[in-house]
């Protein structure tokens, strides 16, 4: 049996609609990706007047109902996406939110479980890869129903920047980053092909993309949402979409391979942590997930960046009193 039920009306609720959840909220509503989309968030206010306003969007985009709502709405929803969270301040990293984080966290996954919610979260909130970890310990949900956005908007990101390098849309470059959704994520270049052709075989007619390029091009991507957010305070387009992405996968079935933050079992030497690998997902949430076999500066870099994490994690856990 699927977890999102089968039949043609899908429903997703929002939890937290800050500049995260409102992006998100829309870029659903542009491309009609549900017919029902729920806010949930202690403004109330916020919600109806969001609700109100992308509603506005409908008659140019697709029949949708958007509303207020609260917890007990999640019952029958197919997906419930939290964005919900203290936003990282300037000067703040991803990891420094951990405990405020996971405390909101507590507060929103009982009352959607208590509500007899049946589908996938979809964790977006920072820090994402532990938030989802929690989201999991804390809802008793199988792991293949709880999964975190995870590295799908650096990997956009690395999309970009190398398109920009080399003068072609991103959409042509098939590459990942991997790891934590934060400051010790990497760029799988071993792995990265434009046109069929390796990052090495690109390398050879392009002089100019010289190792120490891409290790720029890399920590450029790494270091994207300091940028933005010490220019204008907040990220929410990019991250709002990518989440609409992953739920179009999800509601409308389709085996899409996206990287996500997802519970390893194992997979690169790493077991019991939510962490970003390239992921099979369709209506039942994580249908596989696939180990790309790293080179062996890479397999290091991965194991560095599940070690910060199971350490913050662990710390956070125990601070928090989630078990």
Same mark, same amino acid.
């Not at 949900?141 to 129903?145: G, L, S, Y």
């Not at 080399?166 to 934590?180: K, V």
């Not at 076999?293 to 350490?311: G, H, R, W």
């Given at each position: 049996?699927?977890?999102?039920?089968?039949?043609?009306?899908?429903?997703?609720?929002?939890?937290?609609?800050?500049?995260?959840?409102?992006?998100?909220? %829309?870029?659903?509503t542009l491309?009609?990706?549900?017919?029902?989309?729920?806010?949930?968030?202690?403004?109330?206010?916020?919600?109806?007047?969001?609700?109100?306003?992308?509603?506005?969007?409908t008659?140019?985009?697709?029949?949708?109902?958007?509303?207020?709502?609260?917890?007990?709405?999640?019952?029958?929803?197919?997906?419930?996406?939290?964005?919900?969270?203290?936003?990282?301040?300037?000067?703040?990293?991803?990891?420094?939110?951990?405990?405020?984080?996971?405390?909101?966290?507590?507060?929103?996954?009982?009352?959607?479980?208590?509500?007899?919610?049946?589908?996938i979260?979809?964790?977006?909130?920072?820090p994402?890869?532990?938030?989802? %970890?929690?989201?999991?310990?804390?809802?008793g949900?199988?792991?293949?129903?709880v999964?975190?956005?995870?590295?799908?908007?650096?990997?956009a990101?690395?999309?970009?920047?190398?398109?920009?390098?080399?003068?072609?849309?991103?959409?042509?470059?098939?590459? %990942?980053?991997?790891?934590?959704?934060g400051?010790?994520?990497?760029?799988?270049?071993?792995?990265?092909?434009?046109?069929?052709?390796?990052?090495?075989?690109?390398?050879?007619?392009?002089?100019?993309?010289?190792?120490?390029k891409?290790?720029?091009?890399?920590?450029?991507?790494v270091?994207?949402?300091?940028?933005i957010?010490?220019?204008?305070?907040?990220?929410?387009?990019?991250?709002?979409?990518?989440?609409?992405?992953?739920c179009?996968?999800?509601?409308?079935?389709?085996?899409?391979?996206?990287?996500?933050?997802?519970?390893?079992?194992?997979?690169?030497?790493?077991?019991?942590?939510?962490?970003?690998?390239?992921?099979?997902?369709?209506?039942?949430?994580?249908?596989q997930?696939?180990?790309?076999?790293?080179?062996?500066?890479?397999?290091?870099?991965?194991?560095?960046?599940?070690?910060?994490?199971?350490?913050?994690?662990?710390?956070?856990?125990?601070?928090?009193?989630?078990?």
């Open positions: 049996m699927s977890s999102i039920t089968d039949k043609n009306h899908t429903k997703v609720i929002l939890v937290g609609d800050g500049a995260v959840g409102s992006t998100f909220a %829309y870029a659903m491309q009609g990706i549900a017919n029902e989309i729920g806010i949930v968030d202690v403004v109330k206010d916020k919600t109806r007047g969001d609700a109100l306003d992308l509603s506005d969007a008659p140019f985009s697709a029949p949708t109902h958007i509303y207020s709502t609260d917890y007990s709405d999640a019952k029958d929803a197919d997906i419930v996406v939290i964005t919900a969270g203290a936003p990282q301040k300037p000067g703040e990293t991803r990891l420094d939110l951990v405990n405020k984080n996971l405390n909101i966290l507590k507060s929103i996954v009982e009352p959607v479980v208590a509500s007899g919610f049946n589908g979260f979809l964790v977006v909130a920072n994402v890869d532990i938030l989802t %970890y929690g989201t999991w310990k804390l809802s949900f199988p792991k293949e129903r999964i975190g956005s995870g590295t799908s908007l650096d990997t990101r690395l999309q970009k920047f190398v398109g920009q390098e080399l003068n072609l849309d991103p959409r042509s470059i098939h590459g %990942y980053m991997l790891g934590e959704h400051d010790s994520e990497f760029a799988a270049w071993s792995h990265l092909t434009i046109g069929g052709l390796t990052m090495a075989e690109i390398q050879k007619t392009h002089p100019e993309l010289t190792d120490e891409l290790q720029e091009i890399n920590d450029t991507v270091h994207a949402a300091y940028e957010i010490n220019t204008k305070g907040a990220t929410f387009y990019g991250v709002g979409t990518a989440a609409a992405t992953i179009k996968a999800l509601l409308r079935d389709e085996n899409t391979i996206l990287p996500l933050s997802v519970y390893m079992d194992g997979q690169y030497g790493v077991k019991d942590l939510y962490i970003s690998s390239p992921t099979v997902v369709n209506r039942n949430g994580v249908r997930i696939l180990e790309v076999p790293l080179n062996d500066a890479e397999k290091e870099k991965m194991a560095n960046s599940a070690a910060q994490l199971e350490k913050v994690a662990h710390d956070g856990f125990k601070a928090t009193g989630i078990e």
